[in-house]
């Protein structure tokens, strides 16, 4: 997908119009979403699904409002220690890209709609402890982020959000 980024965009146009077709009860819809992920199963097989391409493909179809193929889903414990890529301070990046989306005008919700396509691909429990983590960082633009979570995410994700909440409302009183 890196190498090539239109290939990436008409995959997700394509994912578009599946979800079109499926809504209108067109076959070429659920016919492109079952090709689409014989497809996927076919590459990852071959040893070629890096986990960090499952979770763009996976933003794909999060993007195109359509549920994420559990293909897709990274597995924790199945994922091959080789295959892991190297994160930098992840309280700093998400620090810096909140303060780069604020900057072009963005909101909280923008910056959700980021993170959320970004997760698509993450299990749930996973994505609970990233947001729970949000809500743990001393910064109210991510914390409104978080807040998102609240209204759309698994219930896994929502008693995260609502936990998150109640440590820092106890906190606060703790501290006033």
Do not use: Q
């Amino acid at each position: 997908m890196d190498d090539h980024p239109d290939a990436a965009t008409l995959f997700g146009l394509l994912l578009a119009e599946a979800r079109m077709g499926i809504e209108n009860d067109r076959p070429f819809g659920k016919a492109l979403l079952e090709n689409a992920e014989k497809a996927i199963k076919a590459r990852i097989a071959t040893g070629t699904g890096e986990p960090l391409h499952r979770l763009k493909i996976a933003g794909l179809y999060r993007r195109a409002g359509l549920p994420v193929p559990d293909i897709l889903m990274l597995d924790p414990v199945g994922e091959n220690p080789a295959d892991e890529i190297p994160l930098p301070d992840l309280d700093g990046a998400l620090a810096a890209l909140a303060a780069d989306v604020e900057a072009e005008g963005g909101g909280a919700y923008e910056f959700f709609s980021g993170l959320d396509e970004m997760s698509a691909g993450m299990p749930e429990d996973a994505k609970a402890a990233f947001v729970h983590h949000l809500l743990s960082l001393d910064n109210p633009f991510l914390e409104r982020c978080a807040l998102y979570w609240l209204v759309s995410g698994a219930s896994l994700t929502r008693e995260a959000v609502a936990a998150g909440l109640t440590r820092k409302a106890h906190a606060r009183e703790a501290g006033a």
